[in-house]
Every structure is written in structure tokens, then in C-alpha cells.
């Protein structure tokens, strides 16, 4: 059975940090690209972030130089540092694992909203 479980979303003030985790089991995690997205209420669900099973990374305009995406291949695991949030920050946000034959699968989200 495949599980994303992602976890480390709250409620924080603008300019503040959140990590964000999420672990996989049930894949081969590092055969699998993995991606952040996000959706606030009422827009449609964006790609945020994106690192490649060679650790290569690629992130949406609107979070470039404030959100790191890493993984560890060892813990199965793909983390989302978040700084200097913003409110148009606020938003559920999943993680998605791709594997190179088409195969995906979703978490079912975390939610962070960022204060002014």
C-alpha cells in the first residue's frame, strides 16, 4: 500500500519558517521524481517545487530563493523549507511522487497559513 504522509504545516506569521516533511513507503522513493504543490481555497492545485531522483531541483516563480526542496533517499523522506512566508503563501499543500513509467501518487496535503 502507498502512503505520502506529510506533516510540519501550522499557522505562523508573515516572515516566518515552516519545514515541511513527507514520507513515503509503498514506492521505490528514489526512483521517484518528488514534487510540492499547492492549493488555496478556490484556485486551482500549482507545482511549487520539483527535485529529481538525481537531486536536481526546480521551483515556480513565486517561491524562488525562499523555499528549499531536499530529499533523503535514506529515510524515504522529501522535505519543503519555507522562509520568509508570505500570505499568498497560505494554501493545503501536497506532496507528489512521479515514477518514470507515469505512475503518481498524492498525499492527502498539509495545511499552512501564513498571518499578516
Known amino acids: 500500500q502507498v502512503q505520502l504522509v506529510e506533516s510540519g504545516g501550522g499557522l505562523v506569521q508573515a516572515g516566518g519558517s515552516l519545514r515541511l516533511s513527507c514520507v513515503a513507503s509503498?514506492?521505490?522513493?528514489?526512483?521517484?521524481?518528488m514534487d510540492w504543490y499547492r492549493q488555496a481555497p478556490g484556485k486551482q492545485r500549482d507545482l511549487v517545487a520539483t527535485?529529481?531522483?538525481?537531486?536536481?531541483?526546480n521551483y515556480a516563480d513565486s517561491v524562488k530563493g525562499r523555499f528549499t526542496i531536499s530529499r533523503d533517499n535514506a529515510k524515504n523522506t522529501v522535505y519543503l523549507q519555507m522562509n520568509s512566508l508570505k500570505p499568498e503563501d497560505t494554501a493545503v499543500y501536497y506532496c507528489?511522487?512521479?515514477?518514470?513509467?507515469?505512475?503518481?501518487?498524492w498525499g492527502r496535503g498539509t495545511q499552512v497559513t501564513v498571518s499578516s
Open positions: 507528489h511522487s512521479r515514477y518514470p513509467t507515469g505512475i503518481d501518487y
Open positions: 509503498g514506492i521505490i522513493f528514489r526512483a521517484n521524481a
Open positions: 527535485v529529481t531522483t538525481g537531486g536536481s531541483t
